[in-house]
């Protein structure tokens, strides 16, 4: 590269950092103006007006003053580049602090740093990104050759990506839901905290759980929490099992996945529904030669849970079963309407209303004895343009498989 | 409680095969023939793993890519599968030494820290996408790290020689193919996200560090276009971006600000 071309280059650079420069301070003082409170995103229609005049700009500044300097450095990768790096560390604030914290620095607070989404500084990096991605597509696809089509599949998926997150945002609905078995529920909670109405009514016919086998856990008496030397190890009970922790060497006889305590604390299978599981443990310490056996249980929400003391210090207990699958049936009532019962599962949302359903949760805590479910009510609009934008830059990806070539030299 | 399927045994049998075949391989210089039987028993070394790795997935009922350790053993299988690939493609022998390396280091870390394999899988895990997103992450991660060894010994050649162009060439290759693995990666985690959560994108600290790594090499591949002969920039980029994706993968379970993420690797 010559020097004149060399100093244009550098100057570009210099040109692009001050924009960002600009950018970044600019976010600051209209955050600290607005009293550091965020921004308020724009809904519909606000946001398909505001949408449509940025891209209408962009293209009316493409179509008429392309030739100006000042455009065609806007649209070059130095200043891609600029506008790359400003948001990237913008993003690594989000990566290194705790955002959205009631008890942030003042200093965060109002520069908008505490809470990078909904901050001035974040919009106007991402309205630098927007412009330089909409001005080098702009120039990409005219005259509009097929062999550029991967580099628009990428840019131009990334840019609609970009928009449409970020305008959608306002349009998106998150509502949490709680309903108890057998009652209707017609509202729910926003992000905010406040209740959001819903467009139709929930009831829940049943709520159902099924957990993986409970594992075995060494524990310490003292602190009621896992041995540190053998912290990792939490095999899953299964009959016959054998296995060492530390010096004890461990078989389970038996294994009741549900069973019932009696009066003189024997264990039978059992299913009735505050059955939990339980196991009959052999145990022996290879330094001591003490040699014992005893049932360990999870217990109920009547029941305590039964430990095995190993030595003075350590027992072995049995832990919460994790969940294997949790779902509920629903009849979800629209307009007087009833539908036919629906089996809301984890990963499989369902539709009402213009809203997607996701079984999100139960009581964790009662376990297999939660007596409400946790849906989330979704509704996001812009999802199609999202799923265009992503679809495109899938198939972007691809393209770059292709490219396994030198880089081509600068325009 | 291991007694049914010996790792050790797996281990040390596809290491052997590994480091034969790449001594092999390298003895060929002098003699044609080792060059063939290198490259068998190099193969026959992943074959084991696969094995392993398969009949495991049938035992746990669940794919085993939930833990650390689990994921460890996927680079141990997809490493040398690159690693092989490129030799055969452009007879680049440090690539099967450097693959043999790597897959040695995460071996002898899964020996130090057995698993104890356990069948559970939380429901939001038990989605057709969790393999996919898991795969492709793997191999944009490895392809990614071999960039970065090319990216060193790039500074080295040009620190204390002169850079062979070819050398900042190959980079360039791994890292768009690594690139486009992670934007797969990146997007079939939102398409998924939307499936469980509700939301293809929340800032979750996995989620921001995973776009932190792709927006570093993003910028790195700028530099590249723009300025092919800007060695040192590019090369510099290069390693930062991979310090990003250091993070990104197993730094943030250290990150006191990513506590409470999803992803934070589950025991």
Same mark, same amino acid.
């Given at each position: 590269m010559n020097g004149e071309k060399r100093k244009h280059t550098f100057y570009e650079y210099r040109q692009g950092f001050t924009i960002a420069l600009l950018v970044l301070v600019t976010g600051f003082v209209l955050e600290w103006v607005s009293g550091g409170k965020g921004i308020g995103l724009p809904s519909w229609p606000m946001n398909l007006y505001i949408g449509l005049s940025f891209a209408f700009i962009l293209f009316f500044v493409h179509r008429f003053y392309r030739e100006l300097d000042i455009v065609k450095m806007l649209s070059r990768?130095?200043?891609?580049?600029?506008?790359?790096?400003?948001?990237?560390?913008?993003?690594?604030?989000?990566? !290194?602090?705790?955002q959205n914290e009631p008890g942030a620095a003042k200093f965060m607070q109002l520069t908008g740093l505490s809470h990078l989404r909904n901050s001035y500084v974040f919009l106007l990096s991402g309205m630098y990104l927007l412009t330089s991605l909409g001005?080098? &597509?702009f120039r990409r696809m005219h005259p509009f050759n097929y062999k550029n089509a991967g580099f628009l599949l990428n840019h131009l998926g !990334? /840019?609609?990506?970009? &928009?449409?997150?970020?305008?959608?945002?306002?349009?998106l609905k998150r509502v949490n839901i709680m309903v108890h078995e057998q009652e209707?529920? /017609? *509202?729910?909670?926003?992000?905010?905290?406040? $209740?959001?109405?819903? $467009?139709?009514?929930?009831? !829940?016919?049943?709520?159902d759980i099924d957990f993986f086998p409970p594992k075995l856990a060494f524990?310490?008496?003292?602190?009621?929490?896992?041995?540190?030397?053998?912290?990792?190890?939490l095999p899953m009970i299964e009959k016959g099992i054998e296995t060492q922790f530390g010096a004890w060497t461990v078989k389970v006889e038996?294994?009741?996945?549900?069973?019932?305590?009696?009066?003189?604390?024997? *264990? *039978?299978?059992?299913?009735?529904?505050?059955?939990?599981p339980a196991a009959f443990l052999k145990i022996r310490n290879s330094k001591s030669g003490e040699e014992k056996s005893g049932w360990i249980s999870t217990g109920n929400i009547r029941t305590e849970p039964q430990f095995l003391n190993a030595g003075e210090k350590h027992s072995f207990a049995m832990t919460i079963p994790e969940a294997r699958r949790y779902s509920s049936l629903l009849e979800v009532i629209r307009d007087g309407h009833v539908s036919d019962t629906t089996l809301l599962v984890v990963n499989k949302p369902v539709k009402a209303g213009g809203y997607n359903l996701y079984q999100t949760s139960y009581d964790?805590?009662?376990?297999? /004895?939660?007596?409400?479910?946790?849906?989330?009510?979704?509704?996001?609009?812009?999802? $199609?343009?999202? *799923?265009?934008?992503?679809?495109?830059?899938?198939?972007?990806? !691809?393209?770059l498989f292709t490219i396994g070539k030198t880089p081509k030299k600068t325009e | 409680m291991m007694d049914w399927i010996n790792f050790p045994a797996y281990a040390l049998s596809a290491g052997s095969l590994w480091t034969l075949g790449v001594l092999l391989v390298y003895l060929s210089k002098w003699k044609k023939a080792s060059e063939w039987i290198g490259i068998i028993s190099f193969i026959a070394g992943i074959a084991v793993m696969a094995v392993f790795v398969t009949k495991l997935w049938i035992h746990l009922e669940r794919p085993p890519m939930r833990t650390l350790g689990e994921t460890r053993l996927w680079y141990v299988v997809f490493l040398p599968v690159i690693g092989i690939a490129f030799y055969l493609r452009w007879k680049y022998k440090w690539f099967l030494a450097y693959s043999l390396m790597m897959s040695w280091v995460f071996l002898l870390i899964n020996l130090n820290h057995p698993e104890t394999y356990d069948k559970t899988l939380m429901p939001a895990l038990q989605s057709p996408w969790f393999v996919p997103h898991v795969v492709v992450y793997i191999f944009g991660y490895a392809l990614l790290g071999v960039s970065t060894l090319v990216a060193v010994y790039g500074l080295y050649q040009h620190s204390f020689r002169t850079l062979d162009m070819k050398v900042l060439e190959l980079a360039d290759n791994l890292v768009y193919l690594g690139f486009g693995f992670l934007?797969?990666?990146?997007l079939f985690g939102a398409l998924w996200a939307k499936q469980a959560w509700g939301h293809y994108w929340t800032w979750d600290p996995k989620e921001t560090w995973a776009f932190l790594t792709w927006l570093g090499y993003l910028v790195y591949i700028h530099l590249r276009y723009r300025h092919p002969k800007k060695v040192s920039a590019s090369l510099w980029m290069l390693s930062l971006a991979f310090i990003i994706l250091l993070v990104a993968w197993f730094g943030i379970n250290y990150l006191p600000s990513a506590q409470n993420s999803v992803h934070v690797y589950g025991s």
């Open positions: 990768v130095p200043v891609s580049i600029s506008s790359i790096v400003l948001f990237t560390l913008l993003t690594l604030v989000m990566g !290194l602090t705790k001005l080098v &597509l !990334l /840019w609609i990506i970009v &928009l449409a997150g970020s305008l959608g945002a306002g349009d209707s529920v /017609w *509202y729910g909670y926003g992000q905010n905290g406040y $209740p959001v109405q819903l $467009p139709f009514t929930i009831k !829940l016919i049943d709520f524990i310490e008496n003292r602190t009621m929490t896992l041995s540190q030397d053998t912290e990792k190890k038996e294994f009741m996945p549900f069973s019932r305590r009696d009066s003189l604390g024997v *264990y *039978y299978t059992s299913e009735d529904t505050l059955s939990y964790e805590r009662m376990g297999k /004895w939660s007596e409400y479910s946790v849906l989330e009510a979704v509704r996001d609009p812009w999802l $199609p343009v999202i *799923y265009t934008g992503i679809f495109m830059v899938i198939l972007g990806s !691809l393209y | 934007t797969l990666g990146l």
